[in-house]
């Protein structure tokens, strides 16, 4: 694949997108913070596979991180970004400065409600709403100045995909919403930029996350239906490796109320903590409709 196209202003990127448009072909967004990893570049395939012009975003978006978080720190190397983007298949790295995104008098914010940003992440005591307020707010922008068919996230995420969709269906965006499996190490630890931060002993504790929403697998497996029970013995896996959960619970999929039972509805079991620098989360389905998990491993390496 070549190098793609480097976008700094909505303007350059509304010209580049011209002739697609003119055409009719279709666009996808992939939406992303930079420091690539495999989980992105799943998002970049899937969109090379799915859509006629692939664009990523790439935007550090000040407005999703709170006071004391690392927005400073967050890892960043755009060259890198610009040639990994390129190989799986990026014709478009739009990557605008945040004076750009957010001018002088910037006022509008974009919250969606319903409970669905105030809990796990978004709880007061932990991110806050004013996170996936942030997130909003970008995403309605991105999706505003790229206008893609489809846009792709990734269900790592998982709350921000159900705040996503939500925002999509109550707006109107004329886009369809495309989530992907989490792309993890070979050892099962969530991909995330934010893993340079581990040390060699706190890599070995975030693997912790992994193996509590694993048991809570197996304990379903095992014909376990206590959400109550089966995160307890999740919480004891977390409590053993020295970890201690900034939540860990157990919510419907769609509206991401409590889920007390496992049951006919998919419930998402989500974990947050705090590994040495590094705040994690990850999150495991449990769906009586599939019989395999929603998410893979992976083998390969960047180079
Ligand atoms: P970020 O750069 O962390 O904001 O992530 C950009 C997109 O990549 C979001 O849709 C994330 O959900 C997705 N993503 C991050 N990590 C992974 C992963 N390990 N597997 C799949 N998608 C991911």
Redo the contacts with the bound molecule.
């Keep these: 694949m070549s190098t793609p196209v480097v976008a700094r202003t909505r303007d350059e990127l509304r010209a580049r997108l011209a002739p697609a448009r003119r055409d009719a072909r279709s666009i996808g967004l992939?939406?992303?913070?930079?420091?690539?990893?495999?989980?992105?570049l799943?998002?970049i395939s899937a969109a090379r596979a799915r859509t006629d012009v692939v664009v990523m975003s790439l935007f550090v978006n000040p407005t999703q991180f709170g006071a004391g978080e690392d927005l400073d720190a967050y890892p960043r190397d755009e060259a890198r970004d610009v040639r990994l983007a390129g190989e799986a298949g990026a014709d478009i790295v739009y990557a605008p400065d945040a004076a750009d995104v957010y001018p002088d008098g910037f006022a509008t914010t974009v919250e969606v409600g319903g409970g669905l940003t105030d809990v796990l992440c978004g709880d007061p005591a932990r991110r806050g709403p004013g996170h996936f307020h942030g997130v909003t707010t970008v995403v309605a922008k991105l999706l505003n100045a790229v206008g893609p068919d489809v846009v792709?996230?990734?269900?790592?995420?998982a709350q921000?995909?159900v705040v996503v969709r939500r925002m999509v269906r109550d707006l109107e965006f004329p886009v369809e919403v495309i989530v992907?499996?989490?792309?993890?190490e070979a050892d099962g630890l969530?991909?995330?930029?934010r893993n340079v931060y581990l040390d060699a002993s706190e890599r070995a504790r975030a693997l912790s996350l992994r193996r509590a929403l694993l048991s809570v697998q197996d304990a379903v497996h095992t014909g376990e239906t206590s959400t109550e029970r089966a995160l307890a013995t999740a919480g004891k896996v977390l409590a053993d490796a020295g970890v201690e959960p900034e939540y860990l619970e157990a919510r419907d999929t769609d509206d991401l109320t409590p889920a007390t039972e496992f049951g006919p509805r998919a419930v998402l079991v989500a974990v947050a903590a705090r590994v040495g620098r590094a705040r994690l989360i990850d999150n495991i389905v449990i769906d009586p409709q599939t019989t395999s998990g929603p998410?893979q491993q992976s083998t390969g390496g960047l180079r």
């Design positions: 992939v939406p992303t913070m930079g420091f690539l990893h495999e989980g992105h799943s998002l792709f996230f990734g269900q790592k995420d921000q995909t992907l499996p989490t792309v993890r969530a991909m995330s930029s998410d």
